[in-house]
Each structure stands twice: as C-alpha cells, then as structure tokens.
C-alpha cells in the first residue's frame, strides 16, 4: 500500500562512485555523451577496421565513421553473449585495430570475448562499453580492457554526460569547454517533464516531448567533442548510487515475479544477484502490438534498437531481437508500488 505524509525521503548524499570508477584506469574524462566518449577514445588512434557487435546503436557506429575507421560487425549468441568462435574468425581475417565490446542490459558479462580477442595474439584494442551496466563496474571491470566508455544520462537524471577511462593518454585538449543548446534544451525538457508529473497537463507533456524532440535533433547535427556540463558533474557527485542499485534490482526481480507467468512475451533474462539492471526485456512477435497497447496503458516502453543492414546481413539473433524485443523501464524513479503498477497494467492486458 502506497502511503503518504511523515518525514521526506532522500534521494541524494554525497558520492564517490564515479570518482572512483575514473581511479581504476590512469586516463579519464567526461564529456557531453557516450558517443562523444567513444570519439575521444578513438582520436588518437590511426583509423583501420573497428569490429563492433551487430546488436549496437547508430551513436555507437558514428563516432568511429566520422573518423575514417570502417567499420564492420560480429554475431551473438540467444543470450546476447559473443559468439566467440566467429569473433576469432573475423579477428585473424580482418585484422581490426579496435573490437568493441558491450555487456548488454546488466546481464551479458564480456569476460569470454575479452579473453577470446587477447587468445588471437593481435595487436587489438578493446573498448568496452558498460552504459548498461553502469552501476556494476567495479563487479566487472576487466584489465585486459584498454577502454572503457559509457553514455551517463540514459540512467540518471542529467542534462547530458559520457565518460571514458583509458589505459592510454587522452587527448582531452579536443574537449570543447561549451554549453550546447542541446543541454539547454535536455535540461528544460526534464524540467518541464517533472511539472508534468504533478499537473497531468497536456500542454506540459507537448512541451517536454518537443523540447526532447529538438534537443535530439541538435546532437545528431552537432556531432563534437564537448566537455560534460557543469550541471551534470554536480548531479554525479550527489548521485547516491548504491540507493539506485538498491532499487534497480528490486525493482528488476519484483516486475520478474509480476510478469513471469505473462503467455503473451517471453522474459530475456531471469534475476541475478549483484545486478543492477538497465530495463528488463522482453521478447514478442507482436511486440509492436504490445508496445502500442501498453502506452495506452500509460506504460511506455522502448525499442533499442533499429539496425543498419549491414549488422542485420551477419546476426540472425540481432535481426530478430530488432523485431520482437521491448524495454520495460525499472529504474530508480519508480517506486515498490510503482511496479506493482506496472505490472497489474500489463497483466490486465488480454491482446
């Protein structure tokens, strides 16, 4: 039962937790976003071939096209782990000067692709990208690793925000100290989306959907190397991350057990201990049926993501998850009760 009134909660405290990810590497930075982190990693580095898993976003691909790399894909398994013995192939036949590699949604370690790209003996840098699992690194950081880089604002309320951490020096010279109206428009976004939250007011919601809409727009056409923003450094320092652990795991295993009995969709990945997961998947035919019928449900739910054809062309498993995959948010902004929502609205759902 929801309950009202007492003293307030605290959603904030003084925190360390990025400090201390940015300790375990001798190089650092954080810059405007994760593709921007990715940009920097690879700005000192002569351009070749860049390996990078087909199941991957078009901002994990631009950063190494704008910079004359070419770039090419690798298969996964069901479980979106590497195929590791087609990696090997693709390693000894094209000779990459980066694989990229990526724990997908808090569930899908790299320990096995790391240690297959170090057995081929090639002199390959590997850069990890743990956005999805954001708040386990210490639980998975790997020294075989050569970069590791993250997108910030996809799991705290920041206007923007990347990191990267590196074995090698970095070129943060190329960061460009500046507020983009990008971050303006982001920040009055979530603004306006948090009035929403106590108005229900269609005009707040058009507002922080246009504003969201723009801020997009502008970060696609102004692709530079910007440092983080003022406001976001803040926010990362009074972040409280173990109360967001905390509550993505049992956000995670409390939607699990909600859900788990659900014929419609299958459930991606069963709870684990020590996890704190990024949005609990699930998988459909209809998915598309279900994703329309959910948000009428006021439950809104992602796709993640569409793919070029040529990532298609070399993963079955990434061109069916393209089609059928769904991200059911669980994050930190929801409450036990809030869950119970959630799942109550997509159970009562008999498509």
Known sequence: MREYGSEFEVGYRPDTYFKSIASKMPFSAFTRSGREAIGLAVAGIEPGIALLPAYCCWSMVMPFEV?????????LNWDLSVDCDRLTELIDELN?????????FGFSPTKDAVKTIRKTGKVVLIIEDFTQCLFSFHEKWNNEVDYYVA???????????GMVLSKWSLDVG??????????EHHLQAGVRKKLYNYSANNDDKQMF???????????KQDY??????????AILENSDVETIRFARRKNYEHLYELLRDNQQFSILFAPEDNRAPFMFIINSPRRDELQKAYAQKGVYCQVIWPLSEAARAVCPVSKEMEKTMLAIPIDQRYSFD????????INSLKL
């Open 338 to 345: 809030d869950i119970e929502d959630i799942g109550e609205r």
């Open 209 to 219: 959907r246009e504003l969201q809409a723009i801020a997009g727009a502008e970060i």
């Open 174 to 183: 190329k960061l460009i100290e500046e507020r983009t109206p990008f971050v």
């Open 96 to 104: 990459p000067g980066v694989v990229l590699v990526m724990d997908y």
């Open 224 to 233: 530079h190397l910007y440092k983080m923003s003022p406001e976001s450094a």
């Open 151 to 161: 997108s910030l604002r996809k799991s705290i309320g920041t206007p923007d925000g």
């Open 67 to 75: 910079t004359g790399w070419r770039v090419s894909y690798y298969p």
